[in-house]
């Protein structure tokens, strides 16, 4: 079993859908969670970041931790074609040097 | 603020040619991490520099890549020889300090491609 596992995509919507992308993962050790973007031909860029459980919202995107059942989801609202884009979700532990243990990611396309 | 530069952008080679990317990161930032990213799939860690000291490099096969970081600066990744599975986009990142969710800041990668 992988650390992260990711939904597998790729995903189309038509705008203004909502989006929801979703990933398990193993360790409990884990307690930073992050979404990051990648455009084509970019590097990640960080999105969202959340410490433990809880939500957090930016915008027209919440992402939600569930460590209880070690899942985690990130939400788009009303979605733009300026989402289209890879979501990568990634995680890490405490502590210095954790290293940062990312999804496989998943492609979402928007449709005007 | 200038972002993390990586060249070269593109780089095609044969099979047990060598090869090698540079990053100069976020001016300030005193870790610089090198990670491999295979089509279809999320980044993974092959070295982890805290300005010029490795903290971690479990993932790098030690047999064909190298990695070092000049002064606490630049950084090289040399692979020598390729193999065809190294076929992947190289991407470098810099963040100002590990472990509390800090954010990396990743440059543009070099996708190489071994024939």
């Known amino acids: 079993q992988k650390e992260v596992e990711q939904d597998p995509g790729p995903l189309s919507v038509p705008e203004g859908a909502i989006v929801s992308l979703n990933c398990t993962y193993s360790?409990?050790?884990?307690?930073?969670f992050m979404w990051y973007r990648q455009y084509s031909r970019k590097g990640p860029e960080l999105l969202m970041y959340t410490y433990s459980s809880g939500n957090k919202e930016d915008g027209r995107f919440t992402a939600q931790v569930d460590k209880s059942s070690k899942y985690i989801s990130l939400f788009i609202r009303d979605s733009q074609p300026s989402d289209s884009a890879t979501y990568l979700c990634?995680?890490?532990?405490?502590?210095?040097?954790?290293?940062?243990?990312f999804g496989k990611g998943i492609t979402l396309s928007v449709r005007p | 603020e200038a972002g993390v530069a990586q060249s070269p952008r593109y780089k095609i080679i044969e099979k047990r040619q060598s090869v090698a990317f540079w990053c100069n990161p976020i001016s300030g930032h005193a870790t610089l991490y090198w990670y491999q990213q295979i089509l279809g799939q999320g980044p993974k860690l092959l070295i982890q520099f805290q300005n010029n000291g490795v903290v971690d490099d479990s993932q790098l096969p030690k047999d064909r890549f190298s990695a070092e970081r000049l002064k606490g600066v630049d950084s090289t990744l040399k692979i020598q020889p390729a193999k065809l599975e190294d076929s992947a986009v190289y991407l470098c990142?810099?963040?100002?300090?590990?472990?509390?969710?800090?954010?990396?800041?990743f440059g543009p990668g070099t996708r190489l491609l071994v024939l």
């Open positions: 990142a810099s963040s100002t300090r590990t472990g509390g969710g800090e954010t990396q800041y």
């Open positions: 990634a995680m890490h532990p405490t502590g210095a040097n954790s290293k940062l243990t």
């Open positions: 360790n409990s050790a884990f307690q930073y």
